[in-house]
C-alpha cells in the first residue's frame, strides 16, 4: 500500500502568490494617492513671505544656465533656483504650477524613503529568541513580504507628517525637499554599491557609487546641509 504523504499547512506570514511587483505597485498607488488627497487643497496657494524675492533672482534662465557653466565647484543652490527658472519660463507666476513641482519631489521622497527601507530591512538576520522583540505589531521582518509592508508603513509616515506641510506648502521650501531627494537617491545608490549582508558585480558597484557622488554633488548645488551625508554613509 502507498503510504500518503501529508501535505505541509502553508505559513500565514506569507501568502501565496505573493509578488514585489505587484506591491510595488499598490505602494506606489497609496503614495501617489495620499500625497495628492493630502496636498490638494494647497494648490491654489499664493507666494508667501520671501517667494517672490527667490523667484524673482530665478526669472532669468540664462543667468541660472550661466551660473552652471562657471568654474566654481560649489554652485550656491543652484539646482532648486533652475527649477524656479523654469517654473517662471513656462507658467509665469501661476502658482498652481510651483505647487505640482513641489508634490511631484514630495512624492519621490517618499518613494525613495520605501526602497530605502527595504533595503535596509533585508539586511537583517534574527535570531528565533530575537524574533518576537523584533517584530511590529506582531509583524515578522524575517519574511519578504513583511519587509514591504513595514517599509510602506515607514514611508507613510515620512510623507503624511504633518512636519512637512511646510517644505510642501511653502514654495521656496522646495530647495529642502529638493536636497533632501539627492540626499536622499544618493544613500540609496551607496546601499545598492555596498548592500547588507550580500555582494554584487565590480561593475554595478562601480556605476552605484557614481550614482551616489553625481546626486551628492546635486544635493551639495541644492543646499548646504548636504554636507553631512559622507558622515551619514
Request: glycine residues 4%; charged residues 15%.
Amino acid at each position: 500500500m502507498k503510504k500518503k504523504t501529508k501535505k505541509k499547512a502553508p505559513n500565514p506570514q506569507i501568502p501565496e502568490g505573493f509578488s514585489p511587483k505587484r506591491f510595488h505597485i499598490i505602494a506606489f498607488s497609496i503614495i501617489v494617492l495620499l500625497t495628492i488627497g493630502i496636498y490638494s487643497n494647497s494648490l491654489q496657494g499664493p507666494f508667501f513671505f520671501d517667494d517672490m524675492n527667490n523667484i524673482g533672482q530665478a526669472k532669468n534662465i540664462n543667468s541660472v544656465i550661466d551660473t552652471l557653466k562657471g568654474p566654481q565647484l560649489y554652485k550656491h543652490r543652484i539646482i532648486p533656483y533652475l527649477s524656479f527658472a523654469l517654473n517662471y519660463h513656462y507658467h509665469g507666476l501661476d502658482t498652481k504650477y510651483y505647487h505640482i513641482v513641489n508634490v511631484i519631489i514630495h512624492i519621490l521622497n517618499g518613494i525613495l524613503i520605501y526602497f530605502i527601507s527595504i533595503t535596509l530591512l533585508s539586511g537583517f538576520t534574527l535570531k528565533d529568541n530575537e524574533q518576537q522583540e523584533a517584530s511590529l505589531f506582531n509583524i515578522s521582518i524575517k519574511n519578504d513580504n513583511n519587509i514591504y509592508f513595514l517599509s510602506l508603513m515607514v514611508s507613510l509616515l515620512f510623507f503624511s507628517n504633518p512636519l512637512q506641510t511646510n517644505t510642501v506648502t511653502y514654495i521656496v521650501q522646495r530647495i529642502v525637499a529638493m536636497v533632501t531627494f539627492f540626499y536622499l537617491l544618493s544613500f540609496y545608490f551607496f546601499l545598492k554599491a555596498y548592500p547588507p549582508k550580500a555582494k554584487i558585480k565590480t561593475w554595478k558597484k562601480l556605476v552605484f557609487c557614481l550614482g551616489s557622488l553625481v546626486s551628492f554633488i546635486l544635493a551639495l548645488w541644492s543646499k548646504e546641509i548636504a554636507i553631512t551625508l559622507p558622515g551619514i554613509l
